[in-house]
């Protein structure tokens, strides 16, 4: 059978299956195990496949058919231009992410040798993307999670980069003081709408998704215990769920932030939010 062939019948049995993109996700499975990119495989679609490839081919349908995320199968992400491995113990990166990190960036810009703490890191995207581009950064990289951890090992011995790793809940184990900033996509769906997620989102670690009964829970715990390790001054930059901006901001208003902004993604939708941490005396020393 050729590509050509092959693909146009597993496009009709994604497609009768109800899954999103059949298309492209047929054709990013066959390039994966034929080892070439998809346009390599776009110019050749008459070359007859072997047996062996049909039958891996076959496999690799069957579990997309079942609705594992299509990451999953291929076992890696781009994120930030970089390749992250993944699989079922962490949540797949998500391109809104990508722009937490370009914003982190540009507050960094300003600072020789930040110290950054990336917590809830699940596959490191965040924190090791930030230390693939900043090399004179101290970065470290937060988990409960032991699974999500061992991939975030992966994935920096893969990138070469060297980095902090803590195994702990939330900012258990963490420095007094410590942090330039804290950089944070934190679990924030409300627990009741994990139920009626998207199929492919439910094969993602409920840990990685869960936010509580509000959606709101971490952020909460993070508004309070912050200003423990953060130095003063520091930037605190969090990934928002939809409509979870104005909660956040009064959290983190409460527990003293200042320079509260939000940003939004692509969509319009308030994605992002930045505080920074003044301590009260600080404050009183300068007026
Ligand atoms: N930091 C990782 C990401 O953004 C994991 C986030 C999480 O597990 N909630 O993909």
Not at 88 to 100: A, F
Not at 186 to 212: F, H, K, N, T
């Amino acid at each position: 059978m050729t590509p050509r062939d092959l693909l146009r019948r597993t496009s009709v049995a994604f497609r009768d299956a109800g899954i999103p993109d059949p298309e492209t996700d047929s054709a990013l499975l066959l390039s994966s195990l034929c080892g070439r990119s998809s346009l390599e495989l776009r110019l050749d679609m008459e070359t007859v496949l072997s047996d062996r490839i049909l039958r891996d081919y076959a496999k690799l349908v069957q579990r997309r058919l079942s609705r594992e995320p299509l990451q999953y199968i291929l076992g890696e992400v781009s994120f930030c231009g970089l390749f992250f491995q993944v699989d079922s113990r962490v949540l797949i990166p998500r391109p809104e992410t990508e722009l937490l990190c370009e914003l982190a960036l540009e507050l960094l810009k300003p600072l020789t040798s930040p110290r950054i703490l990336d917590l809830c890191c699940g596959s490191g995207c965040i924190g090791l993307s930030l230390a693939h581009a900043l090399p004179n950064a101290e970065i470290t990289l937060s988990d409960c999670s032991a699974d999500a951890l061992a991939v975030t090992r992966e994935n920096s011995a893969r990138l070469g980069l060297h980095v902090i790793l803590n195994q702990g809940d939330l900012l258990d184990g963490l420095p007094d003081d410590a942090f330039d900033m804290i950089i944070s996509n934190p679990p924030y769906i409300p627990s009741a709408d994990c139920a009626a997620l998207q199929e492919e989102v439910l094969r993602e670690p409920r840990l990685a998704l869960d936010g509580g009964s509000d959606g709101l829970s971490f952020y909460r715990r993070i508004a309070v215990g912050a200003s423990r390790v953060l130095k003063p001054g520091a930037f605190l930059l969090m990934e928002l769920g939809i409509g979870e901006a104005d909660a956040v901001s009064g959290f983190l208003s409460a527990a003293g932030f200042s320079s509260i902004a939000v940003r939004e993604d692509l969509n319009h939708i308030a994605r992002m939010i930045l505080a920074v941490y003044q301590p009260l005396e600080a404050l009183c020393l300068k007026s």
